[in-house]
């Protein structure tokens, strides 16, 4: 058995590597970007990439690298089931109401004067999102018609630009206040009001489609439970002050009493479906207390879960004491048949 991984610092393959080292399992670092990527893999049974969202380069490569060697039967994470809709909410949209899991309602339009006409006679408010975007980014609170109006004349129109530099600044600010973030991230901030990022930059406009999500008022927090293989794990996010939204927020409570075991129960319900070897659920609830999915990734910061107490396994029983999820990927994939 011998893994490749692509390596990038502050993501999963930090840990990939300590515990290959650590297990004493053979291993080699590559590039993906190499032309002779595929060569470079001859000699491996497992190939490893934790890609980015905001790394343009991965957005242009990851899925293709991915998908193109479990034609070649080699095993690879994430998979074609756990990774083809990341980052993309539109296709999670299909992905769930295809297999009937408990999504909030949501609406996409590819033409116009559709769109125009729901948003005529839909009820308000609304939650606007594009496709892409973690941590609430490019996500926006649709008061009235007038205001769905507008978006969806931008969406048809110039489109939306990758990265929102005045919302990005806005965030930095608030986070400076609550106390989250130092001066330096107002700096960072404000750099970036004049200098575009390059995943921005490289990247066309979002555009020719509009996505919404019907508003579940009365949610003080969101839920984000993650399941490997048979182990799920989670945290509360508290929602931002005078805000609607929660990821991303940096109020995390990891106390597990706070989580109902009706969360842990539906996220492995689902993946038992969906068959991901990595997907974190981001739960909220309906008016009735039930819970529903808003979107769903297989990818997700590393040290943000470094405080979860312990875990769930299928049959709900608690597991408690530390744990190294991007351990628990490795190992799946090495027993995997």
């Known amino acids: 058995m011998k893994i490749a991984i692509h390596h990038r610092e502050g993501s999963f393959s930090d840990r990939w590597i300590s515990y290959c080292e650590n297990n004493n399992i053979d291993y080699k670092l590559v590039n993906a970007f190499d032309t002779n990527i595929i060569d470079q893999l001859k000699d491996c049974n497992v190939f490893m990439w934790h890609h980015h969202q905001a790394h343009f380069e ?12 479990e034609h070649a039967n080699i095993k690879v994470f994430p998979d074609f089931k756990t990774g083809w809709h990341f980052d993309d909410k539109v296709a999670q949209k299909y992905l769930l109401e295809a297999i009937n899991a408990p999504l909030v309602p949501s609406y996409v ?6 769109a125009l006409a729901w948003a005529n006679s839909t009820d308000y408010p609304k939650v606007f999102k594009l496709k892409g975007g973690a941590s609430s980014a490019n996500v926006k609170l649709v008061r009235t018609k007038t205001d769905a109006y507008k978006l969806i004349k931008k969406a048809f129109g110039k489109g939306f630009p990758q990265f929102d530099a005045i919302a990005n600044f806005q965030e930095r600010l608030s986070r400076f206040k609550s106390g989250k973030d130092n001066f330096l991230g107002i700096l960072k ?3 970036r009001l004049l200098v575009t990022p390059a995943f921005s930059k490289l990247q066309p406009p979002e555009k020719g489609y509009i996505y919404f999500q019907d508003f579940m008022p009365n949610n003080t927090c969101d839920i984000r439970l993650i ?17 609607f939204r929660a990821s991303g927020s940096g109020n995390i409570i990891y ?5 109902d075991i009706k969360f842990v129960q539906l996220a492995f319900k689902i993946n038992n479906v969906l068959k991901s070897s990595s997907v974190a659920f981001d739960f909220i609830v309906d008016d009735r207390d039930e819970p529903l999915v808003v979107e769903i990734s297989y ?10 107490p312990g875990y769930w396994s299928p049959d709900l029983v608690w597991h408690e004491g530390g744990f190294n999820p991007q351990s628990w990927m490795l190992e799946d994939i090495i027993n995997r048949n």
């Open 189 to 191: 901030g404000f750099y």
């Open 109 to 114: 339009f590819y033409d116009k004067e559709q």
């Open 227 to 243: 399941v490997i293989g048979n182990r799920a794990f989670g945290i509360k996010r508290l929602v931002r002050e005078n805000d």
């Open 58 to 69: 991965d957005v242009l490569v990851a899925k293709k690298v991915l998908a193109a060697l």
């Open 255 to 259: 106390d597990s009493s706070e989580i």
């Open 299 to 308: 990818g997700y910061a590393v040290e943000a879960y470094d405080n979860c």
